[in-house]
């Protein structure tokens, strides 16, 4: 499926609106991703998380969604009792065949839907606590890699078969907060040193730099699906900033309608239509023709949105500040 050239033009132009619906959970969720072919996972505060069947249909609702699995994560022992651990960050490999979870714990969990009638799950030990992550697949290097961050400026690589350390990136000079897979062996990360940074798995050193935020805070980030666009914004303020990602060189400083920060980033898949929730709502920017020419256009939604996923070309997923995901459907063909 496909978003037809013509539903985006008539949108930018406020002919036509799209759909935006509640997606009801009996928890508030906490963590939102999305694989290839419209695989949805989610997690929420009970320690749930659900990995839909491919093809995700919003229209029918979570509730009569098709379960491809669920598991549950545990408690964790406090001195003054048990908590429910909660999932921070969940992520999916290209192919979409193994899922993983962080729960600012010191293990983290893997699923792996290579025989989709009977995934596994293993878990890996780490010497600190893990809050975010990201899959790295490459035929290069053989298989699919884990990466890792947690309250450090170190980001740790794995092998999800072997369950072996596989490399240590140190270059950011604080804290990682965010990560993020390209093709390939690459991936990004981004810090409070306001910064965002290119890695390539088979280096220890980061390949390149990209000045994030003009704020004291981690920037956020988005990649196109073809690799080459990288945006960032600060946390901080309405300004992105559009990069080449193969020469490192700023593209555009790109103009938005919003008047408050930027809470959230997704580029649409095929396409160079990025997705940013604010505390008004979601913006579309049409980046195809940038730096010559940007359209932007904003929906109004009940909540800021604090994670963006494409779950189809047609569908937008988010999660919100109040813990509920919201739909936003446009036709396809």
Not at 41 to 52: K, M, P, Q, R, V
Not at 185 to 196: A, E, P, Y
Not at 225 to 238: D, E, I, M, Q
Not at 285 to 312: G, Q
């Amino acid at each position: 499926m496909r978003i037809d050239t013509s539903v985006w033009k008539n949108f930018f132009e406020g002919k036509t609106l799209p759909e935006v619906q509640p997606l009801a959970h009996f928890e508030t969720v906490t963590a939102l991703a999305a694989g290839p072919k419209g695989k949805l996972i989610f997690a929420d505060a009970s320690g749930n998380i659900f990995t839909l069947r491919n093809d995700f249909d919003p229209a029918i609702g979570l509730e009569a969604a098709e379960i491809l699995h669920h598991t549950h994560l545990g408690t964790v022992s406090k001195p003054d009792g048990t908590e429910q651990l909660k999932i921070t960050s969940l992520a999916c490999n290209p192919s979409g065949t193994i899922v993983s979870i962080a729960s600012r714990s010191t293990e983290t969990k893997l699923i792996n839907f290579e025989d989709p009638e009977n995934p596994k799950e293993t878990s890996k030990k780490h010497p600190h606590n893990v809050v975010v992550t990201a899959l790295v697949e490459d035929s290069r290097i053989g298989q699919s890699i884990q990466i890792t961050a947690g309250n450090s400026k170190t980001i740790s690589a794995i092998d999800c078969f072997t369950n072996k350390d596989f490399r240590k990136f140190e270059d950011h000079t604080a804290t990682v907060t965010r990560l993020a897979a390209l093709q390939g062996c690459l991936f990004l990360s981004s810090s409070t040193d306001k910064t965002v940074r290119l890695w390539d798995l088979r280096v220890n050193k980061a390949v390149r730099i990209f000045g994030g935020s003009d704020a004291p805070l981690a920037p956020l980030f988005a990649t196109d699906s073809t690799g080459n666009c990288l945006v960032t914004a600060s946390p901080k303020s309405t300004k992105l900033t559009a990069f080449d990602l193969n020469s490192g060189r700023i593209v555009a400083s790109v103009p938005m309608k919003n008047t408050t920060p930027t809470s959230a980033l997704a580029f649409g898949p095929e396409t160079r239509i990025l997705a940013t929730g604010t505390a008004e709502g979601i913006n579309f920017l049409d980046l195809t023709l940038i730096p010559t020419r940007t359209r932007n256009k904003l929906i109004k939604l009940p909540s800021r949105p604090l994670c963006i996923r494409w779950a189809s070309p047609g569908n937008i997923v988010i999660l919100d500040a109040t813990g509920t995901l919201q739909a936003v459907s446009f036709s396809v063909q």
